[in-house]
């Protein structure tokens, strides 16, 4: 059975939920979305520096839950005298901000990999496993070979350095937060370019999520090459 008769279970909802932060986080430049005391830290590269693990990287994705476009991952290796100042999960951060950090790390990183997945490969293997093969990608871009990985959640992929999985990691470690910001406004980048060829759908709004305006264009329109055939709403206009 491919990921198209096997859809992820969780990505709807997961969807509703990246609806609300993404909404939030485009709210515009005077709302304060990120407040002190917020920040991510370095303590947890500091340990694991201390014992040798070194390079270290930090990783996060972005996208497993909209209904179009690709999932994008991010693994960065910091520099542990130039750590930007204000890393958060990107969900909490308004888009200035994010730009704004975003243009900081690629100064001053000693290394960041950029890598994404298709929504025909999603389609493919299921977001799941999409999500794990965006980031084992990402750490296969970087320029330094990290001796360990930091990664967000509790679901990491398999590497051939060790990697440890930390629930709430892009709000508490400086590097998994790193990885969210340049994967973030990396995919919203991408859904913007994509906007151009498919006007119709409105991507550079909602960015591929659910939101009451994109599956009403689906309906209106049908899915377009970059939509996820194998998520519910698009699979349920794209079978009728």
């Given at each position: 059975m491919d990921g198209r008769?096997?859809?992820d279970h969780d990505e709807e909802r997961a969807g509703r939920d990246e609806v609300d932060s993404h909404a939030e986080s485009m709210a515009g430049p005077h709302r304060m979305l990120h407040k002190?005391?917020?920040?991510?830290?370095?303590s947890r590269e500091t340990q694991a520096?201390?014992?040798?693990f070194w390079p270290l990287a930090g990783i996060d994705e972005v996208g497993r839950g909209p209904l179009a476009g690709p999932v994008v991952a991010a693994a960065v290796i910091l520099d542990p005298g130039k750590v930007p100042a204000g890393l958060a999960d990107s969900k909490v951060l308004s888009a200035a901000r994010r730009e704004a950090l975003f243009d900081k790390i690629a100064e001053t990183a000693l290394a960041i990999g950029i890598a994404s997945v298709t929504a025909a490969e999603?389609?493919?293997?299921?977001?799941?496993?999409a999500t794990l093969l965006a980031m084992k990608r990402a750490v296969a871009a970087l320029s330094l070979a990290p001796l360990k990985v930091l990664v967000d959640g509790n679901d990491p992929p398999s590497l051939p350095c060790p990697c440890e999985a930390i629930v709430k990691g892009d709000a508490l470690v400086a590097s998994i937060a790193a990885a969210s910001i340049i994967a973030k406004v990396t995919r919203d980048r991408m859904m913007a370019r994509l906007a151009q060829l498919y006007p119709a759908y409105g991507f550079a709004g909602h960015v591929g999520y659910g939101t009451a305006v994109h599956r009403a264009a689906i309906q209106e329109h049908g899915p377009c090459p970059e939509h996820r055939y194998s998520f519910a709403p698009v699979k349920g206009v794209w079978q009728r």
């Open positions: 008769d096997k859809p002190p005391g917020m920040s991510a830290d370095f520096i201390a014992t040798g999603i389609d493919a293997i299921n977001i799941r496993q």
